[in-house]
């Protein structure tokens, strides 16, 4: 009887642990497959970065008088725009 108990324990333990074993191998391989995802994520937002920035100057190279009249209107709009944001925090 004695034996029988020890046995039954042990087959217990050697489950439990091939159990855990499986768990574990279980979470690595997520945990990589999750590294691989966050990589290709980055490589795609470093080549659309790129991209954006190549149309960009391309853009500016083809219609340079354009670009600088948007980019004086941009700064105008964003002064007004932080002045109204700042007059009203004061009032």
């Not at 489950?15 to 574990?24: G, L, V």
């Not at 979470?27 to 497959?33: G, K, N, R």
């Amino acid at each position: 009887m004695a034996q029988s108990v020890l046995e039954q324990a042990s087959e217990q333990i050697a489950d439990t642990a091939h159990k855990a074993s499986r768990a574990a191998s279980a979470v690595a391989d997520a945990l990589e497959d999750g590294v691989a995802s966050a990589r290709r994520a980055a490589k795609q937002g470093s080549y659309a970065a790129t991209e954006l920035l190549n149309d960009a100057k391309r853009r500016v190279q083809r219609h340079p008088l354009e670009t600088i009249a948007a980019t004086f209107a941009a700064g105008i709009a964003a002064g007004t725009l932080i002045g109204w944001i700042m007059k009203r925090r004061q009032s």
